[in-house]
């Protein structure tokens, strides 16, 4: 995908950003109207896509009305700070930040490289996006690298479907601080997936996912700081769900992800990952950044399964990843 591309018809030389080439900075000439800065700037504010320049030490130094909207981070609040100074803060699906060893901007600095990402950035509210990063080294007319831009939008065509369904459910069944759905409706969902089970044999797993020590954060922080990470929890697990997934909150410091078509053998490998990414949800709390581990049980529909067997199943589950995680721990 070409960001913007402006020519200059008398000496043949062309700007251009897009995932795949440098960036050449020409020397002086004659502007024409589109050769304006102003209006390049105004072109890449345009942009549904969140774009941004640094300098060679990675200072921001541009931020666009498309980074504005999917990160929450006004431009005010980043230009002239590093990339690195916990904004963006990606990471990658098994939940390792990236900053630091394989940073797309670091790597098209230090190295020329360009090229393309599938990551998870940090949303000003706590929650993590899964997005399309593509980064390209900003070259001088004689070759040498000045900066960096980069460029990244949402990957959520997998999740749209079921954000899209959400929005159609009635507002007495949404959990008012994650807009998940709520008990209730996880149960008429679980109920119309066992149903289906038994008349075509459909198979599907579900996860339940707890944040760890929820109450104890709660007494040390404030109820509004919990309310505030369940938040980010529960729209970092909205965002990871598939086109046919389901996702909910099913307790105070639980939450269910129903996975149609997903056997025994595949479930704790999906465990893994969800939570991993949940894992990296924090939240900025007076100046600290707050964030909680989030563990997992799976279970997988049986034959002649009931709800409340198949909860149970799951419950058990999430005890043994705890014990297993603890006496990790302990080592």
């Known amino acids: 995908m070409e960001i913007c591309s402006v020519a200059n018809p008398r000496q043949s030389m062309e700007i251009t950003i897009s995932p795949f080439q440098p960036i050449v ?3 002086a000439f004659a502007m024409s109207p589109f050769e304006d800065p102003d209006i390049c700037r105004a072109v890449l504010d345009s942009l549904s896509v969140g ?4 300098d060679p030490e990675r200072r921001i130094i541009f931020w666009n009305a498309g980074a504005e909207r999917i990160s929450g981070y006004l431009r005010h609040e980043v230009v002239g700070r590093c990339c690195r100074d916990e904004i963006l803060v990606h990471s990658n699906e098994q939940g390792r930040v990236v900053c630091s060893s394989a940073c797309p901007l670091q790597m098209a600095i230090r190295d020329g490289q360009h090229g393309e990402s599938h990551l998870y950035l940090h949303h000003r509210n706590g929650h993590r996006i899964p997005v399309v990063v593509r980064a390209v080294p900003i070259l001088d007319r004689a070759g040498k690298i000045v900066g960096a831009a980069e460029s990244f939008e949402e990957a959520r065509s997998s999740c749209t479907v079921e954000r899209r ?3 159609t459910i009635s507002p007495r069944y949404l959990d008012p601080v994650t807009q998940l759905a709520n008990q209730t ?10 149903s289906t089970y038994a008349a075509e044999r459909l198979p599907f797993s579900v996860l339940l996912l707890r944040i760890a020590a929820l109450d104890e954060f709660v007494l ?3 109820a509004e700081a919990g309310r505030l990470l369940v938040r980010a929890v529960g ?3 909205g965002n990871t769900v598939r086109t046919n997934d389901f996702a909910g ?6 939450f269910l992800m129903i996975l149609p078509g997903c056997d025994g053998n595949y479930a704790p490998l999906i465990g893994e990952r969800i939570s991993s990414v949940a894992d990296a949800a924090s939240i900025h709390w007076w100046g600290d950044e707050l964030s909680a581990a989030v563990s997992f049980g799976v279970a997988t529909v049986q034959e002649d399964d009931s ?3 198949l909860m149970e199943r799951a419950q058990e589950s999430l005890g043994q990843h705890r014990n297993k995680a603890a006496e990790a721990a302990g080592h």
């Open 220 to 222: 040390e922080h404030g």
């Open 51 to 54: 774009v941004y320049l640094v």
């Open 165 to 167: 369904e959400q929005h």
């Open 249 to 254: 909150r099913w307790a105070e410091d639980e």
């Open 235 to 237: 729209e970092t697990l």
């Open 185 to 194: 409706f996880c149960r008429v969902r679980l109920r119309i997936f066992l």
């Open 25 to 27: 900075i020409p020397e």
């Open 307 to 309: 709800l409340e067997a």
